[in-house]
């Protein structure tokens, strides 16, 4: 339920921002072509799914970090490697994950030091569990979509983001497939590269 106010509420400051902004072009080279951002975040994400349930098919929750290097390939739209580690340990299982993907993002920027901005992405997944007499990998795909907030202060930027992440991985033992669907929050510190 949390989550879910989350969105709404990053929604309409996305609405607002672009609906009630001043029809004034945008000054801001932070999202110009050739410019280019490097982030780190740190996420809490709830987690379900068959990959992620327990015996009493419950999901969890656990933390992780990522990290986002961008360029701007036109005024506002730009892609780059995401790189995404989590742990999590239900004191049965140590589940160790890693996601390398390709993201986009569309920021709306109008010039304000609080811009709004949407993505996405697709990438791998590497999993490894460790159940304490033996290990198992899993390995499959991982696709991303977002929301949120940059707020930047000159080359500074601080993102609050939310979104939703889909997996599908197949285990090495079992050769099963198994998905996983995950909420998450982040917050991100970083750094915008332009000529100023």
Do not use: W
């Not at 340990?89 to 160790?96: F, K, L, R, S, Y």
């Not at 999993?127 to 290990?135: A, H, L, Q, S, T």
């Amino acid at each position: 339920m949390v989550f879910k106010n989350i969105i709404v509420i990053v929604f309409c400051l996305m609405l607002h921002q672009t609906t009630f902004a001043q029809e004034t072009p945008s000054n801001s080279k932070a999202t110009q072509v050739g410019s280019q951002t490097l982030t780190t975040s740190f996420h809490y994400s709830a987690m379900g799914g068959e990959r992620y349930s327990n015996d009493d098919d419950k999901g969890t929750t656990n933390v992780g970090i990522g990290f986002d290097y961008l360029t701007f390939f036109a005024d506002k739209f730009a892609a780059g490697p995401k790189l995404n580690l989590h742990r999590l340990n239900d004191g049965n299982t140590i589940q160790t994950s890693l996601n390398i993907s390709l993201k986009t993002a569309y920021f709306f920027d109008n010039g304000s030091n609080t811009i709004p901005y949407i993505g996405g992405s697709l990438g791998h997944l590497f999993v490894k569990y460790d159940y304490g007499d033996k290990n198992e990998t899993a390995v499959g795909i991982q696709g991303d979509l977002s929301a949120g907030l940059a707020l930047r202060k000159g080359h500074l930027l601080i993102l609050l983001e939310t979104g939703y992440t889909y997996q599908r991985a197949r285990h090495s033992l079992t050769k099963s497939k198994r998905t996983a669907k995950n909420f998450y929050l982040s917050i991100g510190f970083g750094a915008s590269f332009y000529k100023d």
